[in-house]
């Protein structure tokens, strides 16, 4: 954890001095409460729990938490998640030998933190589902158009996915009714994926008593669907790491100014070095999809009919063929939390990132700093063929002038700045327990 994280709010300002003013005008405008969501506190203390319960996933072994862990930057630690069929949490996770995955999950698990503002329409690395006025329940996805009937907005409609993965939350189609269910692609109605997870919900009574008191449509079991589930814990995501009071805050609002390593990173960051232009305004991503020619490693993605380990970003989506290895720009908040990075997690180090990012024709791509328990030689097949990596970095739209180490010594030191110490640990924090009576995930303290 850096040093600064442990100091009160008011030494932190009291360390930080004046910014350029040339570069003050290029500021974003400060957080304030109209950009996010409002909350029902009532549905978030629900959200919590169903957040944290493994009765969401069809061999009850894994919770949304194995993946998004506040002790792990609202993620997992890992280059690529192990979901079902995976033991432990964080780095020592492991492939059960018990129950095998089918297949490691592709992309590197993304971070959470506001997702509840109004700004963030578009979700996943390659922006699959999107908010769209002019679709069926005003969201864009990949799924049938009656699959997005009910949620509240696209941070609630992304759970449709990790819920119907394999190797993510379903397991397989030998192993519970929930496996076999998408397998048969029963998703909506009576017997559906979504319809038998409402129904372990409903089953438990402590959950049942906590819909009926939250949503006032919900009077038995039978009202409790899956889009209800799935709304109160976007609620909890919106509630829990909404993240707007880091030190860059404070600077934002006028109260502290920056001094040293951190105000030369800034000074950096919105001027020479560009970053500002994709990582942009006060969440510092400007949602847009770039190639930038960040290394791939594990399973890729393909279709079922297709026998290859690419992973083609947001090609994947449009069929653009401008839209290449291009993936949605992170928000940059909080990033010193969110190692590794890039779409497949190739880089444990913010600082080594910050040296190959953007930058493929000088890239080489380095095993050591792949987080990946039980790594395979086939994790690897798209790095090793130079075709491939030719490819990828051919698409590249975004070439930066190289940074010297001194640079990103500043980079690195402004981008700790980002770190917001009430999203760290959020607001409603990690249950002693959840109703179904599960394991609540937790991280391995050595």
């Given at each position: 954890m850096p040093a600064f994280l442990t100091l009160p709010l008011f030494v932190l300002a009291s360390l930080l001095t004046a910014v350029p003013m040339a570069r003050a005008q290029d500021l974003p405008d400060p957080v304030t409460d109209a950009d996010y969501l409002e909350i029902d506190l009532q549905a978030a203390r629900l959200g919590q729990l169903l957040f944290y319960d493994p009765i969401l996933s069809g061999n009850r072994n894994v919770a949304c938490a194995t993946c998004h862990h506040p002790s792990l930057g609202t993620a997992d630690g890992l280059s690529l998640s192990f979901g079902d069929g995976g033991v432990g949490l964080g780095a020592v996770r492991r492939a059960d030998p018990e129950n095998l995955?089918?297949?490691?999950?592709?992309?590197?698990?993304?971070?959470?933190?506001?997702?509840?503002?109004?700004?963030?329409?578009?979700?996943f690395h390659d922006g699959r589902l999107e908010a769209d006025p002019d679709q069926p329940g005003g969201i864009r996805t990949p799924l049938d158009a009656d699959m997005v009937a009910g949620f509240d907005n696209v941070l609630s409609a992304q759970t449709m996915f990790p819920v119907l993965s394999r190797d993510e939350m379903a397991g397989g189609h030998r192993e519970n009714e929930i496996g076999r269910a998408v397998r048969q692609g029963l998703i909506t109605g009576e017997g559906g994926a979504w319809s038998l997870i409402s129904e372990r919900v409903a089953g438990v009574p402590e959950y049942l008593g906590a819909f009926r008191a939250t949503y006032p449509h919900i009077q038995t079991g039978e009202d409790i669907a899956f889009t209800d589930i799935s709304n109160a814990i976007a609620t909890f995501m919106a509630h829990e790491w909404r993240s707007d009071t880091a030190p860059f805050d404070a600077v934002l609002r006028g109260e502290a100014v920056m001094k040293g390593r951190a105000a030369e990173g800034l000074d950096l960051f919105y001027g020479d070095a560009g970053c500002a232009s994709c990582h942009a305004g006060p969440f510092l991503t400007d949602h847009g999809f770039h190639a930038m020619g960040a290394p791939q490693i594990g399973p890729g993605k393909a279709a079922t009919f297709e026998d290859h380990q690419r992973d083609e970003g947001r090609f994947r989506v449009t069929g653009d063929p401008a839209d290449l290895y291009a993936f949605r720009t992170p928000s940059l908040r909080n990033v010193a939390l969110t190692a590794p990075y890039g779409h497949a997690g190739a880089h444990r180090s913010l600082s080594q990132f910050l040296a190959e990012h953007g930058q493929p024709d000088a890239l080489q791509f380095d095993r050591a700093q792949v987080l990946l328990p039980d790594p395979l030689d086939e994790d690897f097949a798209i790095m090793e063929d130079a075709a491939q990596w030719a490819a990828i970095a051919d698409a590249v739209t975004v070439r930066p002038d190289p940074l010297t180490d001194s640079q990103i010594a500043a980079l690195v030191a402004f981008l700790d700045t980002l770190t917001d110490p009430v999203a760290r640990s959020g607001r409603l924090g990690i249950p002693d327990s959840v109703p179904s009576g599960l394991p609540v995930p937790m991280v391995e303290v050595e």
């Open positions: 995955p089918e297949q490691r999950v592709p992309r590197n698990a993304p971070a959470l933190f506001n997702l509840g503002a109004h700004d963030f329409t578009v979700m």
